[in-house]
Nanobody
Framework: QVQLVESGGGMVQAGDSLRLSCAAS????????MGWFRQAPGNEREFVAA????????NYADSVKGRFTVSRDNAKNTVYLQMNSLKTEDTAVYYC????????????????????WGQGTQVTVSS
């Protein structure tokens, strides 16, 4: 399994940017699809973005397309989520996840395919 630690969350205003990082340890990171999920108070956890093992395939939720960018640096065992043009509705706890080793396409991965999760980092966007 992969151990994951998120960082980079904080409080910003609408329209600002943030970059989340997820540092991974474990031998299987470089072969794992990495995902970002979020959970707002009172809501279920939802998919945000995913990137396959070599960065060649990415997938985004419709709500963040064109604003968020997922990337990874396998040499640093780190995955990133660049969040631009933040909106108040982006307020949530953001979780990093690893898994989905079977598919080459990030779009084929479902939440249940991810078997390692970080503790989450809070992102708060005010108007």
């Amino acid at each position: 399994q992969v151990q994951l630690v998120e960082s980079g969350g904080g409080m910003v205003q609408a329209g600002d940017s943030l970059r989340l990082s997820c540092a991974a340890s474990g031998r299987t990171f470089s072969s794992a699809t990495m995902g970002w999920f979020r959970q707002a108070p009172g809501n279920e956890r939802e998919f945000v973005a995913a990137i396959n093992w070599n960065g060649g395939s990415t997938n985004y939720a419709d709500s963040v397309k064109g604003r968020f960018t997922v990337s990874r640096d396998n040499a640093k065992n780190t995955v990133y989520l660049q969040m631009n043009s933040l909106k108040t509705e982006d307020t949530a706890v953001y979780y990093c996840a690893a898994g989905c080793y079977v598919y080459a396409s990030a779009a084929r991965c479902r939440e249940s395919d991810f078997n390692s999760w970080g503790q989450g980092t809070q992102v708060t966007v005010s108007s």
